[in-house]
């Protein structure tokens, strides 16, 4: 990679079929949230945009006004990628959809390819079918590799399931995945990572609570916690391991671009997403200031946030 | 104007009556006449030659010998009769002969020599006396690498012969690795090209690592590529890793580290592979060009394949590459193609409007290339342990493999091509896979029956007796991979799935016997291109260490060799063209030096084969080297 250039994150979104993943990768090109999304799709007759919104169109590339674009994965995902990378400037991530039987943690690993960054891997579980999925004699598996591999598992149609569904739904997932479990609807942030850069980390917005899958429209509250904080410098490899452990309950993304004290010339990143936690070096240090943002489900208190920060030191 | 309409035309009488486009049409057919006159004389004049790192279509026979003495009195072109030592038509209404006749690049006749010169007139080409005469060998499952791969130095465990007829000998020692690619490296000129390698197996040297530091005594500068045998895998060299930046900070699954915490080299699959950047993109791109499917040509001509079937291995929604096709493939190249576009990965508009583009291009076929065909994908290979098992699942207990349409999906995909007509060909190596398949064209056939759809499960390898019997209720076609007995016998036996169902692994005999249309494959470049070799598994049913793998699943020798030819054309809706040594069909045979119906079975994989003929003109195969 180019010295200072930022790598674009990807995060993937998997689920098996009926889960979801179309509605909310068309709610996500529609309302993407100040982020300039690129959504990898196997095909673009599932993708549903509203003509005013569309700025152009080729043969593998549908551009939106709205700053956003949709790629289809041709048989070869290097090559896909690459064409993407060729947007990197003008885009600030991208999310991958993977088909309904494919294992959203390998295809993650695609991820580590030059010019950018792996950020979670997301699986959505629709209530009402999961539990027969799962003893499915073709598919029950494949199902439950799915959930038990994700970072974060979102459930769906939360607002036509009942409350039994859903109980019943998290009490089986409870048992087959380590993954932090949420329901529906999400803010852009939490399901896809922060927009982070680093400069603007006073002015990061509030994640904003969306409505996908159930069409009922976008609901505007400022519920999830997000709270951001500039360090000061390079700071310790064992304060990194610290925070890691201490993290309070209830933060289900974080992301730091930061310098550590033995690698102070390198790009340290710190990435949570859902359960789980990355530490990685993604390239030489540029101009920018050490800083560290974190989501956390409504509620979560303040106070505990900005101390689990401070341990980075 | 197709060669059917052509015949008809040509045996009305040229009166005055005989309306203006009519006349247009004779005169297109005298023109065209010509040109075949031309090419088939010319054929004797040129030599085929293994073509240079630039050059156009070898098999184009350039001369203009024969221009000069036109056909007098005949529309068409000449007929040829060719004396063989023996001929095996595969065709019971065309029991024997001791000659063909060819002319207008079709067969004219099968008899005794005077009897056809008699008759038809024309002239005597003796120089197949001595061979015997096949109809074409047709490969149902391969692809386009078969060619390209050889762009690549070869590496692997296994002695090898490349298109241009190289032998490439084993390299069992990490040393002899090492050598072959030193040889390679020396022989590249620009310091910033990468060598590109291929074949490596590293499952024949176990306890050993084969990794950077070996293929760093190779080069310290240029960045070196080798593939594994599977091409799921590869091993890079240190140079490499500094220029894509791949190192300790590397956190991507499929790169193991050393005790030092560097990479060892090795990158298991994709997208590990696809950190080797510029370097494993050019390797799976040169696969793709113009050399590659020049070099397939070669491949098949020196094993008697006339036809072959590329199973999703070229992007057919990319014109270019259609053009690619039907440029190269002319009437000089020695192999037919029917095209299968790889829809499950290649339809990003959706199936129905990929199914359309598909009827489109359907009509663009031309006599050497055959569009109109879809490949799907099930599941992934036993082998590898990504092919779906029923119960009790992989001997070895390790996880049941992947699915990579989902069942409950495989009916929607292939609607929209079965009901366009189209013929769709679908992988699916493990029995759950037939299971799930059964069910999806069970659905599609009870809403739109389509009486003839020769729709056919590839690989088909674990399948029972009853998904024979439901398969041949539902009318489809199955081709099994007869060479993994050969190729994986004992790996079956041992690891995948045991001895009891390694035995039953690639049913042809119950196959035939439930009354499937059988073909058998290759699925080169994954084991070489060679139905004589996939007959001789098919037939003889042995494994490397010499354990016989169910010999109830065996088949004679006449069956395997209708599974290679008539079988094959079968599935590829071309039994109407090709398959046999039938008069009208295209003058496709294989031409062998010894007789495949007369040699003792186990040797049949031994035969040496002479070439081809492909629409009349022969192709010698290749002269073979050993380097």
């Known amino acids: 990679m180019t ?41 673009f007759g599932e993708i549903d945009i509203d003509g005013r919104l569309l700025d152009s169109a080729t043969d593998d590339v549908l551009r939106l006004a709205n700053g956003c674009i949709c790629c289809s994965v041709a048989d070869n995902f290097a090559e896909t990628l690459e064409t993407v990378r060729g947007f990197a400037e003008r885009i600030d991530r991208v999310v991958v959809e993977v088909s309904g039987v494919g294992q959203p943690h390998k295809v993650a690993q695609w991820g580590h390819s030059p010019g950018f960054s792996p950020d979670g891997v997301v699986v959505l579980v629709d209530p009402f079918s999961i539990l027969s999925r799962a003893i499915d004699p073709y598919v029950g598996d494949t199902v439950v590799a799915q959930v038990a591999c994700a970072d974060l ?21 409870d048992g087959v995945t380590g993954a932090t479990v949420l329901r529906a609807p999400l803010p852009t942030a939490v ?37 951001s904080r500039r360090l000061d410098g390079p700071i310790s490899r064992p304060s990194i391991e610290t925070w890691t452990q201490s993290r309070p309950g209830g933060v289900v993304r974080a992301k730091g671009l930061v310098r550590v004290n033995d690698r102070p010339n390198d790009r340290t990143v710190l990435q949570i997403c859902g359960s789980s936690t990355m530490v990685s070096v993604d390239g030489p240090w540029d101009d920018g200031e050490d800083a560290v943002v974190a989501i956390a489900l409504p509620g979560t208190p303040r106070a505990a946030l900005v101390k689990w920060l401070n341990l980075l030191r | 104007m197709n060669s059917a309409e052509w015949s008809s035309a040509a045996q009305r009488p040229p009166t005055s009556e005989v309306p203006h486009r009519l006349l247009e049409e004779l005169l297109l057919i005298w023109t065209t006449s010509l040109l075949r006159y031309h090419r088939q004389y010319a054929a004797d004049e040129a030599c085929v030659t293994d073509p240079g790192p630039n050059s156009t279509n070898p098999y184009r026979r350039t001369s203009i010998l024969g221009m000069s003495h036109p056909p007098v009195g005949d529309q068409a072109s000449p007929t040829t009769v060719f004396p063989a030592r023996a001929i095996h038509t595969l065709d019971s209404t065309v029991p024997s002969g001791s000659a063909i006749a060819v002319k207008d690049g079709r067969f004219l006749a099968v008899g005794e020599v005077d009897e056809l010169v008699d008759v038809y007139g024309g002239t005597v080409d003796h120089s197949l006396a001595d061979k015997v005469l096949l109809p074409g060998f047709v490969e149902a499952h391969s692809h386009k690498d078969t060619g390209g791969i050889w762009q690549f130095t070869y590496v692997g465990f296994e002695a090898r012969r490349g298109p241009n007829g190289r ?58 590529f ?19 930046g791949i190192d300790p900070d590397t956190l991507a699954e499929g ?63 990319d014109e270019a590459v259609v053009r690619q096709w039907i440029d190269i493939a002319d009437e000089t190249f020695p192999m037919r193609a029917a095209m299968f576009h790889g829809a499950l990965m290649s339809a990003p508009d959706g199936d129905e409007a990929c199914a359309s583009a598909m009827v489109d291009l359907k009509r663009r076929s031309t006599d050497r290339v055959r569009f109109g065909n879809v490949k799907l994908l099930m599941d992934g290979s036993i082998q590898g342990g990504t092919a779906r098992l029923r119960w009790p699942g992989y001997l070895h207990g390790g996880p049941n493999g992947i699915w990579l349409i989902a069942p409950d999906q495989a009916a929607e995909r292939i609607g929209p091509y079965h009901r366009a007509g189209l013929l769709v060909h679908t992988h699916a190596n493990g029995d759950q896979a037939v299971d799930a398949l059964l069910d999806a064209f069970d659905q599609v056939q009870t809403a739109n029956p389509l009486p003839d759809h020769r729709h056919t499960i590839q ?50 005999r119950t196959a035939l016997d439930i009354g499937v249309p059988l073909s058998m494959h290759s ?16 037939v003889n049913r042995q494994t490397p260490k010499g354990e016989i793998m169910g010999e109830h699943e065996r088949v004679t020798v006449a069956e395997a060799m209708h599974a290679v030819t008539m079988g094959a054309a079968w599935q590829l809706r071309m039994d109407d063209v090709i398959g046999s040594i039938t008069p009208q069909k295209f003058a496709d045979c294989a031409v062998l030096d010894a007789d495949p119906f007369e040699v003792d079975p186990a040797e049949l994989r031994d035969i040496p084969v002479w070439g081809t003929m492909s629409g009349g003109v022969l192709h010698e195969g290749s002269p073979q080297t050993d380097a």
């Not at chain 1, 979104?13 to 690129?38: E, M, V």
């Open chain 1, 3 to 43: 010295p200072g250039s930022v790598r674009l994150p990807l995060t993937v979104i998997g689920g098996y079929l009926g889960a979801g993943k179309t509605t909310l990768l068309n709610h996500l090109l529609a309302n993407p949230d100040g982020q300039r999304i690129a959504v990898l799709v196997n095909d």
């Open chain 1, 153 to 173: 598992v979102v459930i769906s149609r939360t607002d036509v399931a009942g409350a039994d569904e859903l109980e019943a739904t998290e009490a089986w997932l």
């Open chain 1, 191 to 227: 399901l896809l990572g922060p927009a982070f850069r680093p400069l603007d980390v006073d002015h990061f917005p509030p994640a904003r609570r969306v409505d996908h899958g159930s069409g009922s429209g976008e609901l505007q509250h400022a519920d999830h916690v997000t709270i």
């Open chain 2, 167 to 224: 032998l490439w000998r084993g390299c069992t020692t990490f040393d002899a690795v090492v050598d072959r690619l030193r040889e390679a490296d020396r022989l590249l000129d620009d310091p910033d090209e990468p060598l590109l390698a291929w074949g490596l197996d590293p499952i024949f040297w176990p306890g050993e690592r084969f990794d950077r530091r070996q293929l760093d005594t190779v080069s310290t500068t240029r960045r070196i």
């Open chain 2, 226 to 244: 080798v593939a594994h045998s599977n091409m799921h895998l590869a091993t890079v060299n240190s140079a490499l890793m500094e220029q894509e």
């Open chain 2, 255 to 317: 790169v193991p580290k050393d005790d030092s915490g560097w990479p060892t080299g090795e990158l298991q699959e994709f997208p590990a592979m696809a950190l080797a950047g510029q370097t494993f993109r050019s390797f799976f791109g040169r696969t793709q060009s113009d050399e590659s499917v020049l070099m397939f040509g070669q491949a098949a001509r020196n094993v008697g394949v006339t036809t072959v079937a590329d199973l999703g291995t070229s992007n057919l929604l």
């Open chain 2, 459 to 508: 690989h088909c390898q674990m399948t029972t007796p009853g998904q024979y019997r439901r398969m041949k209720a539902l009318g489809m076609c199955a081709n099994v991979f007869s060479n993994h007995t050969w190729f994986w016998g004992d790996q079956h036996r041992a690891i995948t799935v045991g001895p009891d169902r390694a035995a039953r692994m690639n049913a042809a």
């Open chain 2, 523 to 538: 699925d080169s470049p994954v084991t070489p291109l060679g139905p004589l070799h996939v007959a001789w598994a098919a």
